[in-house]
């Protein structure tokens, strides 16, 4: 007599074991320390941190070593952590105006106050394999004056003194925005729920959309206003107190993107923008955050929607890593009984036809 | 038994008691979408978090649960909704489905009957039963606001013309309490019949899609059909190979590579239950 498999219990207690031996690899090899993560995987950490929703390079760190360098199996770790911790209060807007930058630069102008700051980045190395990173490397040095920068007006501050950009004041009242840790997505969705989607979007799918809007799929014409990278003071207001108290600082990429606007009934032409943020230093989401934000504001700037970027329901309800990483392997889960079912039915339509 | 460093039942308390409003709303409004604010849970999305918050909410100390998949106890995944619930509040647990004051189920109703004192909890993938013909839910919201559903009629229509009868085996819609067109779930439409007027509180809980909605006791539910055209279910030529039921829903299983098979009950607990008694019988 066939008996159906069984035991379960067994099968995910030893699953759990080989995962842990298959993580930790071969145990002659040093284990990955922490710190090792956070200082030399620190892109890795940022991104984590940024779809997590949780500043902590610590257990961003720890996420991405439980998960074996997943980035999105280590978002998830993340973001179950942080769904049922209590919330004590919020921070007052961070002001990145006054952020104390590592990074700047603008596709806008030439020069501008401040000045143009590379700051690390990838962007002019050539991507030729470094072998001498085969080796255990001497110490990088690079010279101190060049470390940080003091604050600088932003590029679309500039650009609002002649009015040509458009100015995004707070709505009458200056209410507080909806919280999408604390309430579920509803449509139509405004920007402010938009962009805390986009933040928490994975940059793979925010990429291909941005990307889509370059190819002819919702025309925005962008320009990189300005990308900074650097540190922002937090401040919170406690109630005992009632004025403003400093309780660290974020490292953040911010990205303002202006978009060419040939005008309306009721607004002169001018360039309108499109905002992406980031934890730590992650330049490719916050980019593309901006374009996609910028691609969702069609139905407020009166233009067609015809493209998946610009379809609100599209780009929010598909751009969460957790939902959709979840929901594709969930097939995995047996399905035996919707797949009898439909088996009967596909027997059933083989004798009548 | 119980993890103490993990707040009973995992969820915090305040949201738990977000989630209890908005089942009381559901339970007011039988079959009605409430949105709410799904947390993210230690489980994939896709795998029961919509149903492990409903539990987690309404479940206590002296609950009994039992978690089924497909019908069965012993299935990977209900093992671990399982083990995440006795981790998190060590509560008992049982696989006869009597005994059980709370069952969190994917994809099947119990073949024995539910009765006054237990809620069985749904896990739902797609809370929408509309979703497939109609994406976006801001249109959708509306059709429900308007009892607008000639589109699943017109869909069922379809299929009537085209293959003689509906060709929707599982999941297959249901008006609830005359009102609202809902998703039974991915169930077989096997099951459709036992949720009508079922004495048990049925929950469901879509983690994803953050939906609750909610079947009380003794609700009518009906599931859609034509006069010319009536619901039917499921029925085999076989029996099942362990207990002889011919009323239960039967898995089919690959035997051997010669094209062998053998019917069984989907439903372990019952079938395990009807073997006992053949055996002391005997």
């Known amino acids: 007599m066939y008996v159906a498999v069984k035991g379960g219990e067994r099968a995910i207690r030893n699953s759990h074991e080989l995962l842990a031996e298959v993580r930790r690899g071969d145990p002659?090899?040093?284990?990955?320390?922490?710190?090792?993560?956070?200082?030399?995987?620190?892109?890795?950490?940022?991104?984590?941190?940024?779809?997590?929703?949780?500043?902590?390079?610590?257990?961003?760190?720890?996420?991405?070593?439980?998960?074996?360098?997943?980035?999105?199996?280590?978002?998830?770790?993340?973001?179950?952590?942080?769904?049922?911790?209590?919330?004590?209060?919020?921070?007052?807007?961070?002001?990145t105006s006054r952020m104390r930058l590592w990074r700047r630069?603008?596709?806008?102008?030439?020069?501008?106050?401040?000045?143009q700051v590379l700051g690390p980045t990838y962007d002019y190395t050539q991507r030729l394999l470094d072998f001498s990173l085969l080796e255990p490397a001497s110490k990088a040095a690079a010279p101190e004056d060049e470390r940080a920068a003091d604050a600088m007006p932003r590029?679309?501050?500039?650009?609002?003194?002649?009015?040509?950009?458009?100015?995004?004041?707070?709505?009458?009242?200056?209410?507080?925005?909806?919280?999408?840790?604390?309430?579920?997505?509803?449509?139509?969705?405004?920007?402010?729920?938009?962009?805390?989607n986009l933040a928490r979007a994975d940059e793979g799918f925010l990429l291909a959309m941005g990307y889509s809007t370059q190819r002819g799929y919702a025309h925005t014409h962008p320009f990189a206003g300005e990308i900074r990278h650097g540190a922002a003071?937090?401040?919170?207001?406690?109630?005992?107190?009632?004025?403003?108290?400093?309780?660290?600082?974020?490292?953040?990429?911010?990205?303002?993107?202006?978009?060419?606007?040939?005008?309306?009934?009721?607004?002169?032409?001018?360039?309108?923008?499109?905002?992406?943020?980031?934890?730590?230093?992650?330049?490719?989401?916050?980019?593309?955050?901006?374009?996609?934000?910028?691609?969702?504001?069609?139905?407020?700037?009166?233009?067609?929607?015809?493209?998946?970027?610009?379809?609100?329901?599209?780009?929010?309800?598909?751009?969460?890593s957790l939902e959709a990483s979840g929901f594709v392997q969930h097939l995995k889960l047996p399905h035996y009984v919707d797949f009898q079912a439909e088996l009967e039915l596909v027997r059933k339509m083989r004798r009548s036809a | 038994m119980r993890d103490e460093r993990f707040n009973f039942a995992f969820l915090d308390e305040r949201s738990k008691r977000m989630i209890r409003r908005?089942?009381?709303?559901?339970?007011?409004?039988?079959?009605?979408?409430?949105?709410?604010?799904?947390?993210?849970?230690?489980?994939?999305?896709?795998?029961?978090?919509?149903?492990?918050?409903?539990?987690?909410?309404?479940?206590?100390?002296?609950d009994v649960l039992k978690v089924i998949d497909q019908g069965a106890d012993d299935t990977v995944n209900a093992v671990n909704i399982r083990r995440f619930f006795q981790r998190t509040?060590?509560?008992?647990?049982?696989?006869?489905?009597?005994?059980?004051?709370?069952?969190?189920?994917?994809?099947?109703?119990?073949?024995?009957?539910?009765?006054?004192?237990?809620?069985?909890?749904?896990?739902?993938?797609?809370?929408?039963?509309?979703?497939?013909?109609?994406?976006?839910?801001?249109?959708?919201?509306?059709?429900?606001?308007?009892?607008?559903?000639?589109?699943?009629?017109?869909k069922l229509y379809e299929d009537i013309a085209r293959y003689g009868h509906i060709a929707t085996t599982y999941d297959y819609p249901v008006m609830v309490n005359g009102r609202y067109l809902t998703a039974p779930s991915p169930i077989p439409k096997f099951d459709n019949p036992k949720m009508n007027m079922n004495p048990a509180l049925q929950l469901f809980g879509a983690g994803r899609e953050k939906r609750i909605y909610a079947i009380p006791p003794y609700t009518r539910v009906e599931s859609l059909a034509f006069e010319d055209h009536p619901f039917e279910v499921q029925r085999w030529d076989a029996a099942c190979a362990l207990c002889g039921s011919r009323e239960s829903f039967l898995d089919e299983v690959v035997t051997d590579d010669r094209g062998g098979r053998l019917f069984m009950c989907s439903d372990t607990d019952y079938c395990a239950g009807r073997q006992a008694a053949k055996a002391a019988a005997a």
């Open chain 1, 233 to 320: 003071e937090v401040e919170v207001i406690p109630e005992e107190l009632g004025f403003p108290v400093v309780i660290g600082e974020v490292a953040l990429t911010e990205c303002q993107m202006v978009n060419q606007f040939a005008g309306s009934k009721t607004e002169p032409p001018q360039f309108t923008r499109g905002y992406g943020l980031a934890f730590g230093h992650c330049e490719r989401k916050s980019m593309a955050m901006a374009l996609v934000d910028r691609a969702l504001r069609a139905t407020e700037l009166g233009e067609e929607v015809e493209s998946p970027a610009q379809m609100q329901e599209f780009v929010l309800s598909h751009s969460d």
């Open chain 2, 22 to 62: 908005a089942l009381l709303k559901a339970i007011a409004i039988p079959g009605y979408q409430v949105p709410f604010g799904s947390r993210e849970m230690p489980l994939p999305y896709g795998w029961g978090t919509g149903g492990i918050q409903v539990t987690a909410s309404v479940i206590g100390p002296n």
């Open chain 1, 155 to 196: 590029v679309v501050d500039l650009l609002d003194g002649e009015g040509l950009v458009e100015r995004h004041e707070p709505p009458a009242g200056d209410p507080d925005p909806l919280d999408l840790t604390r309430e579920p997505l509803r449509f139509p969705a405004e920007r402010s729920v938009r962009l805390q």
């Open chain 1, 105 to 115: 630069v603008s596709a806008t102008f030439k020069d501008l106050p401040g000045g």
């Open chain 1, 28 to 95: 002659a090899v040093p284990e990955l320390s922490l710190e090792q993560i956070k200082q030399q995987l620190k892109l890795a950490v940022d991104r984590v941190m940024t779809e997590g929703s949780l500043y902590d390079p610590d257990l961003a760190a720890l996420a991405l070593k439980q998960a074996a360098g997943d980035a999105v199996e280590a978002i998830f770790l993340v973001r179950a952590f942080r769904a049922t911790l209590p919330r004590l209060g919020y921070t007052e807007p961070l002001d």
């Open chain 2, 89 to 154: 509040t060590g509560v008992a647990v049982t696989e006869r489905a009597p005994e059980a004051t709370l069952i969190q189920t994917r994809h099947r109703i119990p073949e024995t009957p539910l009765h006054e004192r237990q809620i069985i909890v749904y896990q739902v993938p797609v809370p929408e039963p509309l979703q497939r013909l109609e994406p976006r839910e801001a249109e959708t919201r509306r059709m429900h606001g308007l009892a607008e559903y000639g589109l699943m009629h017109v």
